[in-house]
């Protein structure tokens, strides 16, 4: 397959956005990624989970490509929360086929215009709807199932648990694009509103507003680029929808598939990656990646956590951006990791890792039927 | 970029069917269209326009994946009623990256469980929000716009335009997919209730439920097996999602430029081409496709109605399944398309064209704001 870099990068801040709509967010976004590349795109691939329910618009790649003056074949890529990172990957695809030289990949949602209680059902769209969310389970829900089991088979206590929040609350105080800018406690996590036992509101991510956008470029054109940050791999996998048809609830076999593809597309090993930007939409998600990217053997996982290697200085940072837990716009998210890596590879990032020249993305739809995981590396 | 066919197809009967689930669509649609094949796909596309208003249902691509017993990376396409070509095409890329040998793409749509009032709401998702629905504007009425101005502007009458719905009921009467298996009259369109005027009932395609698949392969691939159908072009455009900010409503900027670019990329012209699937969402829609696609000059579209040419016998037979008008499942809809060509192609349809060698099918996504085109080869 042809070389492949991401060339141009922007997004918006990630939050309440009374003042903007679907059009205004991805015409920021996207005007920065278009600025920063310098190139315009040939296609392009528009991620977005469910603006037909958030805001009663289908046709999301039209939209975009109107709203961004770009008269270039536009489609909309859906796999929930995975659907940035797959709007990406179908944007490398198309430039690896030959038919592209450059092309664009944004993703958008708009949330917070429909009430909390609508938002979280709309979101549980992502789960199986006859299976899970016709019996009552939301998206927190699903995630404490499976909390509940890890704590209990592996020994992890609920402190233990809330370091995760902890310590992505501390990566993003300097983030510009965060949701929220401030620090948060153990205590403060255990103190929180309990949602889905045993999950509190600060192991939960937000819901946001936000966009996110990458251009990408050949080799050809990448080389005529300031600052490119190349592919090495971005791998997708897919597992059952619905909880009870998985083999175990503490394994992500998504996750492990993508990522062992991803590795090997890349000729690298977990010990070559400097840094990850990781799906923490819960607590308990961040930890299970920390397991089923490789960097810790099944159960073990706290020990990263304990002995601070996650944290920034550690031999891998997990979320120095701070991650979906300060902002998780569900359609842009996938896009926005790419945006953190990408900054972290050029050495610009708010919370530059020292030396990083290889970073990972992660980006888990629904609670793990699909997930990308993905490798790059700054040309530095 | 890599020779690709068309080695499975595989379609369930568009109608109300009120005892299949969206899963159970694809099973049936896919299955069949699996066991054409004889090939294990490695990716999976699916089309689907609005699950989530219809069924709850987002993450259709782990869905279907799941239904059908498939573990490969799979992922929702949505373009709305082009959701179905967009999917087959980014099957077409993935392809020609190299990444895979055998792709599925297959299109999914149940709208008959929401009450007609919202389904036609729901459907007003694939317009302009802002601009369009916000003001009371339904498809039917987007495509009334259209014909209204066509009928004054080149002298259209209202029986002429009846000839549409005529001919593709006549070529549907068959087709054992088809929604509707009886013929119409001129008189019995003129009498049908008025949706939005000069559109009545027989102008206006179905709410359908029904699901279509298709198996690619690569050449290598292809080569192994029986009657394989070659795709020598599919083409994507986008033009602005209102109507408002298009140059001209008698024309569809994005068909005329994906069907000159499909053109050139198949090395024909209009000429070498033995028939259409067109998207006859409304009766104007197809009369716009005769020239928008090179078979007529702009206003003149109606002379191959009125001589019978775009019949079944004629030159340029369209629609000789009978086209949306008999079925429009919206997201499965060019798939079900691309079903028809190669049933054409391999000379076994219910209304086989005689010597029919090449094929095209163009799917619309709107009003228009996506068009594809493609072009198909049979290898005898």
Redesign the interface.
Known sequence: ?RKIAVVGIGQTKSGEHWGS?L?DLAKEAGKAALQDAGLNPQA?FVGN??A??F?????????V??TLG???????????CASGA?AFR?AC??I????YDVAMALGVEKMTDLPTEEAVT?LM??????QE?SVGLTFSGVFALIANLYMNRYKLSREELALIPVKNHKNGVNNPYAQFNFEVTVDDVLKSPLIADPLRLLDCSPISDGSAAVVLASEAFARQCKDPVWVLAS????????LQ?RKDLCTLGSVVQASKEAYARAGLAPKDIDLVEAHDCFSIAELLAYEDLGFSEKGWGKELLISGEVCIGGSIPFNPSGGLKLGHPVGATGIKQINEVVKQLRGCAANQIRGARTGMTQNL??SG??AVVSIFRGDA
């Open positions: 397959m709509s059009r392009l989970m469910s037909g329910r805001a009663g618009q289908e046709h999301l790649g039209a939209l490509a109107d770009l008269r270039v074949p536009s489609t909309r890529v859906e796999g929930a797959l179908k695809l198309a690896a086929s030959g038919r709309s769209a992502a789960g199986d709807q006859e969310a791998e997708q996998a897919t597992d059952a929808l619905a048809n739809g629904g039927a699909t």
